[in-house]
């Protein structure tokens, strides 16, 4: 497990659209985020986030050439902290945070180990409100994911 789970935007909309945010303080406990992401969310956030800046802001403004705002921060303080996951959906962001050697985790990802750790009982009925979103998933990655959460 890691010490420190850093979250992006993207997940935390997701799951709270579809009345799943619970699910990211059932599985890591304690999260955090950046004041751009918790902006960009728009909602206040759950006590069990803690907002963190990175200390660089040179560098946040380099990344920010590449992805967005939220994910750049995100990025930035995921570099500055040990042993850290980092919640992000985002493609560009994902290649990003994989070329400067962050462990990374998608959105999909949080809710197939959710699964696989006994927080939920099915990812079937969440997979299915995400489907109702404007969060695309394809026909063969939804049978990747029912293969890894062991629902095939």
């Known amino acids: 497990m890691h010490k420190?789970?850093?979250s992006d935007t993207s997940c935390?909309?997701?799951?709270?659209?579809?009345?799943?945010l619970e699910i990211l303080h059932k599985l890591f406990g304690i999260i955090i985020t950046t004041s751009e992401v918790a902006d960009e969310?728009?909602?206040?956030?759950?006590?069990?986030?803690?907002?963190?800046?990175?200390?660089?802001?040179h560098y946040q403004s380099i990344i920010e050439e590449s992805v967005d705002k939220g994910e750049a921060s995100a990025i930035a303080l995921a570099v500055e902290l040990d042993d850290c996951?980092?919640?992000?959906?985002?493609?560009?962001?994902?290649?990003?945070?994989?070329?400067i050697g962050l462990t990374?985790?998608?959105?999909?990802?949080?809710i197939v180990d959710a699964k696989l750790?006994?927080?939920?009982?099915?990812?079937?009925?969440?997979l299915s409100k995400i489907k109702a979103t404007n969060f695309r998933i394809t026909e063969?990655?939804?049978?990747?994911?029912?293969?890894?959460?062991?629902?095939?």
């Open 4 to 6: 420190t789970i850093i």
């Open 12 to 20: 935390l909309i997701l799951l709270h659209k579809i009345g799943e």
């Open 41 to 57: 969310f728009g909602l206040p956030l759950p006590s069990w986030f803690e907002i963190q800046q990175p200390i660089d802001k």
């Open 85 to 99: 996951l980092l919640i992000i959906d985002d493609l560009k962001g994902r290649k990003f945070a994989l070329n």
């Open 104 to 110: 990374i985790i998608g959105t999909i990802g949080v």
């Open 117 to 126: 750790s006994g927080i939920i009982t099915s990812v079937k009925p969440i």
């Open 140 to 152: 063969q990655l939804e049978l990747l994911i029912l293969k890894r959460a062991n629902e095939l």
